[in-house]
């Protein structure tokens, strides 16, 4: 799209926006850490439908990588996302550097209670409050009308939710579908990490979720007989690791007793050095087979 904007700095990115206002836009705003794929490009493409001057963030944020994680080798690719972003209709990027988003003397962080203590906030220590603090700044940056993220990362979209409502942000927060690949593997960044044999072993993921659905939808209450048909599933696959494979609530994220309404199926699952997350909901009356 010709005349797509590049800002690296805060008042650059205030600038065009407030420009892109005074014409009487609105504005979407897509908060990513690049190595962009199909799942980004459609959030994009989400924005560019609802009519909004689309604003893309590309932003690898050290605060939500643990000490041992991934954040040195986490892929970068500016000059590809840059293209990407063009195609798919951005009208602005902002691509700002740690220190323009973490100056000196930076202390405040953003934590949510509750959402953050289950799935992967174990896991994760801190991770969450990385995310909190960089999109509650994403989002004063931009101020835009609404914001996009994926559900692959359904805690992710949860925690902000909460945040958005608890600190009354002025922003609407949009989930938008799964992208996967064409044999069921949701699309990550991280999918680059792995080697072939990964790869082919990572269908696993897809296939206990299908499986849970298949479970609960055929007459399943019990969460912790849903939760051993998914494990098995992944444990045929030789992972490296099993972080969780879960069944919650999907709103509270807390486990529950008897499946009686939708529930989140969700799973962390180590193949060699690379951590994947998924999940569904599944809602035992209204889903199909």
């Given at each position: 799209?010709?005349?797509?904007e590049?800002?690296?700095?805060?008042?650059?990115?205030?600038?065009?926006?407030?420009?892109?206002r005074?014409a009487?836009?609105?504005?979407?705003?897509?908060?990513?850490?690049?190595?962009?794929?199909?799942g980004?490009?459609?959030?994009?493409?989400?924005?560019?439908?609802?009519?909004?001057?689309?604003?893309?963030?590309?932003?690898?944020?050290?605060?939500?990588?643990?000490?041992?994680?991934?954040?040195?080798?986490?892929?970068?690719?500016?000059?590809?996302?840059?293209?990407?972003?063009e195609?798919?209709?951005?009208?602005?990027?902002?691509?700002p550097?740690?220190?323009?988003?973490?100056?000196?003397?930076?202390?405040?962080?953003?934590?949510?209670?509750?959402?953050?203590?289950?799935?992967?906030?174990?896991?994760?220590?801190?991770?969450?409050?990385?995310?909190?603090t960089?999109v509650?700044?994403?989002?004063?940056?931009?101020?835009p009308?609404?914001?996009?993220?994926?559900?692959?990362?359904?805690?992710?979209?949860a925690?902000?939710?909460?945040?958005?409502r608890?600190?009354?942000?002025?922003?609407?927060?949009?989930?938008?579908?799964?992208?996967?690949?064409?044999?069921?593997?949701?699309?990550?960044?991280?999918?680059a990490?792995?080697?072939?044999?990964?790869?082919?072993?990572?269908?696993?993921?897809?296939?206990?979720?299908?499986?849970?659905?298949?479970?609960?939808?055929?007459?399943?209450?019990?969460?912790?007989?849903?939760?051993?048909?998914?494990r098995?599933?992944?444990?045929?696959?030789?992972?490296?690791?099993?972080?969780?494979?879960?069944?919650?609530?999907?709103?509270?994220?807390?486990?529950?007793?008897?499946i009686?309404?939708?529930?989140?199926?969700?799973?962390?699952?180590?193949?060699?050095?690379t951590?994947?997350?998924?999940?569904?909901?599944?809602?035992?009356?209204?889903?199909?087979?």
């Amino acid at each position: 799209m010709a005349g797509m904007e590049i800002a690296r700095t805060i008042a650059a990115t205030r600038a065009a926006v407030a420009t892109a206002r005074r014409a009487g836009r609105t504005i979407g705003c897509v908060p990513t850490m690049g190595a962009l794929h199909a799942g980004h490009l459609s959030l994009v493409e989400a924005a560019r439908r609802d009519g909004t001057f689309v604003v893309v963030t590309i932003f690898v944020n050290p605060t939500q990588f643990g000490p041992h994680e991934d954040y040195a080798r986490y892929p970068r690719d500016e000059a590809g996302d840059l293209r990407q972003c063009e195609r798919a209709g951005a009208n602005l990027v902002f691509l700002p550097s740690v220190e323009e988003m973490y100056p000196p003397g930076t202390v405040t962080t953003v934590h949510v209670a509750r959402l953050t203590a289950t799935l992967c906030g174990p896991c994760r220590p801190g991770h969450f409050d990385g995310v909190a603090t960089v999109v509650t700044k994403l989002l004063n940056i931009v101020q835009p009308d609404r914001a996009y993220f994926g559900r692959k990362d359904y805690q992710q979209l949860a925690v902000i939710r909460q945040m958005v409502r608890d600190l009354n942000t002025p922003v609407e927060i949009i989930g938008c579908p799964t992208v996967r690949e064409p044999d069921g593997l949701a699309m990550s960044s991280r999918n680059a990490y792995l080697t072939p044999d990964e790869r082919q072993r990572a269908l696993a993921l897809s296939r206990a979720l299908i499986a849970a659905r298949e479970a609960i939808v055929g007459g399943e209450r019990d969460p912790a007989a849903v939760e051993a048909t998914m494990r098995a599933v992944v444990e045929a696959a030789r992972p490296t690791g099993i972080d969780y494979v879960s069944v919650v609530d999907p709103v509270t994220l807390q486990p529950i007793e008897r499946i009686a309404g939708p529930v989140l199926a969700a799973l962390a699952v180590w193949f060699g050095r690379t951590r994947l997350i998924d999940n569904v909901v599944v809602d035992p009356i209204g889903d199909g087979p």
